[in-house]
């Protein structure tokens, strides 16, 4: 992971490494682990298969042994989804981003999928506390046939505590390519608050801010039920599609995180059943 220059100044501290490498695999109908490294503090759980829609489908749940991620921590996370595949990928819970003193943390999100596999990757929020500073990179490679569903939502901090927008800095970077690894798209956002009312002006007086990119191939044929279904939940949100045609990003502000998810499992359900009519013969 190239760490921004930006991230210099802040010098450097000693941290956790942790690490999650998860390979799916077909095992009949259904998707299973095939191999799992970890290293503490981040953990995996045993898939689940709550999905009576998509009963082969496994929901596999990224936590960490730390509560969350300080100064100095590392954390490398690497989903490999392989041929014909489904898998929904979450954390436990928020992601807390700690103060810090000095230094940064970092964390590196590499997906692969397979010939027509279905990943969705949908943590709970960032929550960067006051004065923490974060860096995030995001590497999707995408085969022919397949579908990925990453989402991302940022926090302004701890609101309930009366912080909002006081952490130093949230470099968030999305590069996204194809099986051959020829650029799809390349996407970056850099929240470093010179004031809190500047960025409540920026937010649109909100706390919350989420993305939903879906990589897929003929996206046309839910670009309708997408935009239908932002209507339908009356949030300041919008979509639109993203380079090379290569699929679409919704982006969506608002205060309550329940109608942000509510949002984003309505999109979600949206790609499920357009994963499925790609998978018939």
Same mark, same amino acid.
């Given at each position: ?18 690490? *999650?490498?998860?390979?799916? *695999? ?256």
């Amino acid at each position: 992971m190239k760490i921004p220059y930006l991230f210099s100044r802040y010098g450097s501290a000693a941290g956790e490494r942790g690490m *999650a490498q998860v390979e799916l *695999a077909l095992a009949g109908s259904k998707t299973v682990i095939s191999r799992l490294r970890t290293k503490a503090p981040l953990l995996v759980q045993k898939a689940l298969y709550p999905d009576s829609s998509m009963p082969g489908m496994a929901h596999v749940y990224l936590m960490s042994s730390a509560g969350g991620i300080l100064q100095g921590d590392r954390m490398d996370i690497n989903i490999i989804a392989g041929h014909g595949t489904s898998s929904r990928i979450t954390t436990q819970a928020a992601t807390k981003i700690y103060k810090m003193d000095r230094g940064y943390a970092a964390q590196d999100i590499a997906i692969t999928a397979e010939d027509a596999s279905y990943v969705e990757f949908i943590p709970y929020q960032l929550i960067p506390f006051k004065s923490s500073r974060f860096c995030q990179s995001v590497n999707i490679q995408a085969a022919q046939g397949s579908t990925v569903l990453y989402s991302e939502t940022v926090s302004a901090g701890r609101t309930a505590s009366g912080e909002a927008f006081d952490f130093d800095i949230c470099f968030l970077k999305m590069d996204a390519r194809d099986k051959n690894g020829k650029m799809l798209f390349s996407d970056a956002a850099k929240i470093e608050p010179a004031s809190s009312k500047e960025f409540e002006r920026l937010f649109g007086g909100k706390t919350l801010w989420s993305m939903i990119y879906i990589v897929t191939p003929d996206h046309e044929s839910i670009d309708q039920q997408v935009n239908a279904t932002i209507k339908e939940h009356s949030m300041l949100a919008g979509c639109s599609i993203l380079p090379r045609d290569c699929g679409l990003v919704v982006r969506m502000l608002d205060d309550s995180i329940d109608k942000v998810r509510h949002l984003t499992e309505s999109i979600s359900g949206i790609a499920r059943s357009h994963a499925l009519q790609l998978a018939k013969p």
